[in-house]
């Protein structure tokens, strides 16, 4: 039997071999192309904006980044391919929301949100407008909310489908205003505009560049913002914080991760790159056509940015009852 003493001594050299090994490896990354899984179809917006990060973090990297699509389930399937991927630095998440959301709308998931991945960085945000159909009477928020008191269960609002971040947010607009509206999902965002531009549900929140077009053609009209500032697109539209819900909250992220095991260097080697690739003036005049707002946080900030989304969905989650199909 090995005696304590030599047993520690052999568990250190261990340890600095693993870090050297660790080293290397970071050194010599990339050597090979990167891999950027998409968790959504092709051709959406956060298929857009991943594709143009990958074409410049390849450029930074000096290897080829490719993106591949791995849609389904909420973005589970995607998530769980990089989950199961070798941690070395050759397979990337660009994680957007739903990340968060499918931990706390889902009973169970093919990974472990928390023990699986490793943070690399958030990238940007994007704020949702609340918007109502032209013929319909409120002209406000105020108005709004005293319109749905009024007539408890009879306003209805629209949303891309069970689980999604427009139907969460009216949720939490439910229980902050306190009010019986009720959802109607859609399966996709774009069946949801449809029936909201022609009147068939009177109101929705969505991204700005959902419904721009039927906003400047006044057939949508817009009553407030969820972020905490205004949109500098939209300087005359109040806040809902500003419209008597403090701290009213929702956003969309863009972020990256890796696979949990993923060497620190190869993580921060890679998070550097992609604040680098986020101060580039066309990056975020592009990210801006998406109604998305560059915001990089590195590793340990992400991280906790995950953490505090993760408990507010969560409660909002458990005090509305929200369910997916």
Known sequence: MIARPAQRLAVAALSALALLAGGAAAQSYPSRPVRVIVPFAPGGATDIIARLVAQKLADRLGQSVVVEN??????????????????????????????????????????????????????????????????????????????AKAKPGTVTFASAGNGTVPHLAGELFKLRAGIDIVHVPYKGGGPAIVDLVSGQVPMMFATPIEVSQHVQSGRLRVLGTTSLARLAAMPDVPTLSESGYPDFEVLSFFGVLAPAGTPPEIVNRVAADL???????????????????????????????????????????????????
């Open 70 to 147: 791995k849609p389904g389930a909420g973005t589970t399937i995607g998530n769980a391919e990089v989950a199961k991927a070798k941690p070395d630095g050759y397979t990337l998440l660009f994680a957007p929301t739903p990340f968060v959301i499918s931990q706390v709308v889902y009973p169970t998931l093919p990974y472990d949100p928390q023990k699986d991945f490793a943070p690399v960085s958030l990238l940007a945000v994007s704020p949702f407008i609340l918007v109502v159909n032209a013929a319909f009477p409120a002209k406000s928020t105020a108005e709004l909310v005293a319109i």
């Open 275 to 325: 604040a680098a690739v986020m101060e580039m003036s066309d990056v975020r005049e592009r990210f801006a056509q998406q109604s998305a707002e560059a915001r990089v946080l590195g590793p340990a900030a992400f991280s906790a940015f995950l953490a505090r989304e993760r408990d507010k969905w969560a409660d909002i989650v458990k005090r509305s009852g929200a369910k997916v199909d």
